[in-house]
T-cell receptor
């Protein structure tokens, strides 16, 4: 079946502009996660959703970052007033439920470059 | 969160078995042991997970020590496509806020043709 999809695959933006990154989870998965991976760095957690609620936003690096999920499906990660340090690959994952029992399935990522 | 310790890198010859170790001495009784891998220029990929018993799937096997303080991911016959960074991650099932994956540095596996 269809996996997790993300769009765009690549985004180049100027410093100070806002960007929106989209994630379509696997159908029926109630949990959705956002991570990011900076060049040569490890993967860091940003936020997760169970349904449309975000119980854990602890990984969002600043108030310029926000995310929403509607209809228990698609999620959008918005970065306002982008900075060069925001350049990274942003990864989305989904899971049947938000529990350590279930595996997460990752999308291909959105590579964001801030010039 | 309970931590895991993995070797930074390993090498293996193509078509031979690979044993990737992971130590997790502070694991709690309800923590699941998950393995993910990340191929070059791709997102992480789920490999396998288990709680107490050894597990097998089409990709790999997971051997869990009797005291659960260590585990080993076994690739039965390595191919060049298995070259990746392998992450061993503990995931709690009882504590709110532990649903995320916390990635360490993992083991970079190189396959020698």
């Amino acid at each position: 079946g269809a996996g997790v999809s993300q769009s765009p695959s690549n985004k180049v933006t100027e410093k100070g502009k806002d960007v929106e990154l989209r994630c379509d989870p696997i159908s029926g998965h109630t949990a959705l996660y956002w991570y990011r991976q900076s060049l040569g760095q490890g993967l860091e957690f940003l936020i997760y959703f169970q349904g449309n609620s975000a119980p854990d936003k602890s990984g969002l690096p600043s108030d310029r970052f926000s995310a929403e999920r509607t209809g228990g499906s698609v999620s959008t990660l918005t970065i306002q007033r982008t900075q060069q340090e925001d350049s990274a690959v942003y990864l989305c994952a989904s899971s049947l439920l938000a529990s350590g029992i279930y595996e997460q399935y990752f999308g291909p990522g959105t590579r964001l470059t801030v010039t | 969160d309970a931590k895991t310790t993995q070797p930074n890198s390993m090498e293996s010859n193509e078509e031979e078995p690979v044993h990737l170790p992971c130590n997790h001495s502070t694991i709690s009784g309800t923590d699941y042991i998950h393995w993910y891998r990340q191929l070059p220029s791709q997102g992480p990929e789920y490999v396998i997970h288990g709680l107490t018993s050894n597990v097998n799937n089409r990709m790999a096997s997971l051997a869990i020590a009797e005291d659960r303080k260590s585990s080993t991911l076994i690739l039965h016959r390595a191919t060049l496509r298995d070259a990746a960074v392998y992450y061993c991650i503990l995931r709690a099932t009882t504590n709110f806020g532990n649903e995320k994956l916390t990635f360490g540095t993992g083991t970079r596996l190189t396959i020698i043709p």
